[in-house]
């Protein structure tokens, strides 16, 4: 008889969902809204303030091209929350009602999405590090 896991968040995701945490990740149910950009930008804001003579501005003290490249880099870390979730969920499926082929391949694609997300999002975070640089010089 197959196991079913049914709990969400899942356990097994804990470890992604902390590491997304570092960055403003918290788990919501559908439909509640993530785009609160000023909101977000000051749990991220830290990550850029690695020299201790640096200052990093609040949200609305961005110029528009560094305000333009934040929300960039929130959107990109707001569609790897987002990929973490579908990956959850397509693992749990596999759990319930037995492994499939096709689950199998639905599932390695959201992972395989989850984790160009977190690529991305590093490329985005590298982005926006130098242009705050480039302004604090």
Same mark, same amino acid.
């Given at each position: 008889?197959?196991?079913?896991?049914? !709990?969400?968040? $899942?356990? *097994?995701?804990? $470890?992604?969902?902390s590491?997304?945490?570092?960055? #403003?990740?918290?788990?919501?149910?559908d439909g509640?809204?993530?785009? /609160?950009?000023?909101?977000?930008?000051? *749990?991220?804001?830290? /990550?850029?303030?690695?020299?201790?003579d640096?200052?990093?501005?609040?949200? #609305? /003290?961005l110029?528009?091209?560094?305000?333009?490249?934040? @929300?960039?880099?929130?959107?990109?870390r707001l569609?790897?929350?987002? $990929? *973490?979730?579908?990956? !959850? @969920? @397509?693992?749990?499926?596999?759990?319930? #009602? #037995?492994?499939?082929?096709?689950?199998?391949?639905?599932?390695?694609?959201a992972?395989?999405?989850?984790?160009?997300?977190?690529?991305?999002f590093g490329?985005?975070?590298?982005?926006?590090?130098?242009?705050?640089?480039?302004?604090?010089?």
């Amino acid at each position: 008889m197959p196991t079913t896991i049914t !709990e969400l968040p $899942n356990p *097994l995701f804990s $470890n992604g969902r902390s590491v997304l945490a570092r960055f #403003g990740y918290r788990h919501l149910e559908d439909g509640e809204l993530r785009e /609160d950009w000023a909101e977000m930008w000051e *749990l991220l804001r830290p /990550d850029f303030a690695e020299r201790a003579d640096r200052h990093v501005p609040a949200y #609305g /003290d961005l110029s528009p091209v560094q305000a333009a490249a934040a @929300r960039e880099y929130m959107s990109v870390r707001l569609i790897a929350d987002r $990929n *973490l979730e579908i990956c !959850e @969920r @397509r693992h749990v499926q596999l759990f319930s #009602g #037995g492994i499939q082929t096709d689950g199998v391949e639905r599932y390695a694609e959201a992972r395989d999405a989850y984790e160009e997300a977190v690529e991305t999002f590093g490329h985005a975070r590298e982005a926006l590090d130098a242009l705050l640089s480039r302004a604090a010089a």
